[in-house]
């Protein structure tokens, strides 16, 4: 775990402590015993209290299904964020934060359970002062929401008006994790659920690409220097490219992954924020509904394809055997719980056009994978080349500006310059910047920084019910053709440690464009 002493806080990090502390409140997860409590909340939430972003009054109620003591909740956790080798003064530290965690053992559609629940936040409220203010986590598998946000609402455990009558206290806020259902219908449907129970300016659809540092930068590196926004547009720009890939397969989420697949895993949500940000018009403000409306907006501009048009514009694969990293590995199908027939995609590679006055004609090139050869996520613009070849030497690559979201967040600019020597010689070269060299690498994580936004009421970085269900129904013309056509389109295999199937390859290289490297 990344280990951060007070004393010896960067400028940056007092930058951050200076923002506006949020009021003492309890955050409840639902699913607290599952593995995005022990590797994300909980890490987060102890980090937010160690370097005195969040009031030492803040605390935590674990809801599961499995019985399990206060004590208990708090050694698990303990395991989870210390690890076996935590310094004395690391663990008087977690022994503060520790005394804030409560733990509810209940059937997410028990009644009596939530009358636990209730008791617990009542009790809390009086020994710790945390004001009635709440956050709901639902951090269960999806089929488990609706359920959990109608109990919520019956058990009188959800306030519509709070923290809206004249800024009074308390205030109330749910945040629900991915995947915000698995087409239009059921995405609408857990909208309605949610709508039914909380008002929109409560509810908090996370995304953590969204908090992420280069992801964010984004919109300061477009809309704070001047000298790339009157470039971004169709007449500089050839073509982008997105680049989600993964090394790892599908690991023991092979039974959330059958009834996924990679659109509904990963460009429903992760990549379609990606593309947003890349593709906005600057928003009046940077306020959470104007830079939320500018995304919307994108969404709606993106051409759907028509049922005949889809082979020609989308390829999806899946990773059979292969190698990675010099280390044999198994194909999708001899994974554990995966069908040995199984036609769920790993692997999609699709082109997109957005019909509007700015990117009219530049196609967006997208593909992910799980068993590719590395862990990189990427935003690729491409310049359209220079209009005349004064220079005969064949060095000719078109300027290029790279977003590199991970492993290793930077932004890296590729230009032409000339070699030393008598002769003119050409050379492509890269101008980069990596965040984690410039700023010492203090960033909050994403669950920290989308935590922290949520206490603070900041929507910004949260996605919009609209935003959801605008993406699934540019998706859903893809997934309807995959799903139901007869007879079912051919599924491209691919070796793992490879890049994808040769007809990916294929799909850019018809418009004479290549793949970047990466």
């Known amino acids: 775990m990344r280990v951060i002493s007070p004393a010896t806080v960067s400028p940056l990090r007092e930058g951050l402590r200076l923002r506006r502390m949020p009021e003492p409140c309890v955050v409840v997860i639902f699913g607290a015993t599952g593995d995005l409590t022990h590797r994300k909340l909980m890490p987060a939430l102890y980090t937010l209290m160690r370097l005195g972003m969040?009031?030492?009054?803040?605390?935590?109620?674990?809801?599961?299904?499995?019985?399990?003591?206060?004590?208990?909740?708090?050694?698990?956790?303990a395991a989870a964020v210390l690890g076996p080798h935590a310094s004395p003064a690391d663990r008087a530290l977690w022994e503060t934060f520790a005394q804030g965690l409560f733990y509810v053992q209940t059937e997410f559609r028990d009644p009596e359970g939530y009358a636990r629940v209730r008791a617990t936040l009542e009790r809390v409220d009086r020994e710790r002062g945390t004001g009635g203010n709440r956050v709901y986590y639902l951090a269960t598998a999806p089929e488990f929401y609706g359920e959990i946000v109608h109990n919520l609402?019956?058990?009188?455990?959800?306030?519509?008006?709070?923290?809206?009558?004249?800024?009074?206290?308390?205030?109330?806020?749910?945040?629900?994790?991915?995947?915000?259902?698995?087409?239009?219908?059921?995405?609408?449907?857990?909208?309605?659920?949610?709508?039914?129970v909380f008002r929109e300016s409560q509810v908090y659809r996370i995304d953590h690409y969204l908090g992420k540092e280069t992801v964010q930068n984004i919109l300061v590196f477009r809309f704070a220097n001047g000298i790339f926004e009157p470039l971004w547009n169709q007449h500089y720009i050839d073509h982008v490219q997105i680049t989600v890939a993964e090394s790892i397969g599908v690991e023991d989420r092979a039974g959330y992954y059958e009834t996924a697949g990679v659109i509904r895993d990963i460009v429903q949500n992760h990549m379609m924020q990606l593309l947003t940000l890349v593709a906005m018009e600057p928003p009046v403000a940077f306020e959470a509904d104007e830079v939320r409306n500018e995304k919307v907006k994108v969404i709606r501009a993106a051409r759907r394809l028509a049922p005949d048009d889809v082979p020609a514009s989308v390829v999806f694969g899946q990773y059979g055997p292969g190698a990675i990293g010099g280390e044999e590995v198994p194909g999708y199908r001899q994974e554990?719980?995966?069908?040995?027939?199984?036609?769920?995609?790993?692997?999609?590679?699709?082109?997109?056009?957005?019909?509007?006055?700015?990117?009219?004609?530049?196609?967006?090139?997208?593909?992910?994978?799980?068993?590719?050869?590395?862990?990189v996520t990427e935003?690729?613009?491409?310049?359209?080349?220079?209009?005349?070849?004064?220079?005969?030497?064949?060095?000719?690559?078109?300027?290029?500006?790279?977003?590199?979201?991970?492993?290793?967040?930077?932004?890296?600019?590729?230009?032409?310059?000339?070699?030393?020597?008598?002769?003119?010689?050409?050379?492509?070269?890269?101008?980069?910047?990596?965040?984690?060299?410039?700023?010492?690498?203090?960033?909050?994580?994403?669950?920290?920084?989308?935590?922290?936004?949520?206490?603070?009421?900041?929507?910004?970085?949260?996605?919009?019910?609209?935003?959801?269900?605008?993406?699934?129904?540019?998706?859903?013309?893809?997934?309807?053709?995959?799903e139901r056509s007869s007879p079912p389109p051919e599924l491209q295999t691919y070796e793992a440690g490879t890049w994808g199937p040769p007809a990916a390859w294929s799909l850019i290289e018809r418009d004479g464009r290549r793949w970047r490297r990466l």
């Open 54 to 77: 969040i009031p030492p009054a803040c605390s935590v109620i674990g809801v599961a299904r499995r019985p399990k003591t206060d004590e208990q909740f708090r050694e698990e956790m």
């Open 153 to 196: 609402g019956q058990s009188g455990l959800i306030e519509r008006h709070a923290g809206q009558r004249d800024g009074r206290r308390p205030w109330l806020r749910v945040i629900v994790e991915k995947p915000f259902g698995r087409d239009v219908r059921s995405a609408e449907e857990l909208n309605r659920t949610l709508l039914r």
């Open 336 to 375: 554990p719980r995966v069908a040995a027939g199984s036609r769920t995609p790993t692997f999609v590679a699709m082109r997109l056009f957005l019909d509007n006055w700015r990117w009219a004609g530049v196609p967006f090139y997208l593909r992910s994978g799980k068993r590719l050869p590395k862990r």
């Open 379 to 482: 935003i690729a613009v491409q310049f359209k080349q220079a209009p005349l070849p004064l220079f005969h030497d064949g060095a000719r690559d078109p300027n290029l500006l790279a977003f590199n979201i991970q492993p290793d967040e930077g932004i890296s600019l590729r230009f032409v310059a000339k070699a030393p020597g008598t002769t003119m010689r050409l050379r492509p070269v890269n101008m980069g910047f990596q965040y984690g060299t410039a700023f010492a690498g203090e960033e909050l994580s994403a669950y920290e920084r989308l935590l922290l936004d949520c206490m603070l009421g900041d929507q910004t970085l949260f996605t919009r019910r609209d935003e959801v269900e605008e993406a699934w129904a540019l998706l859903e013309p893809v997934l309807t053709w995959w």
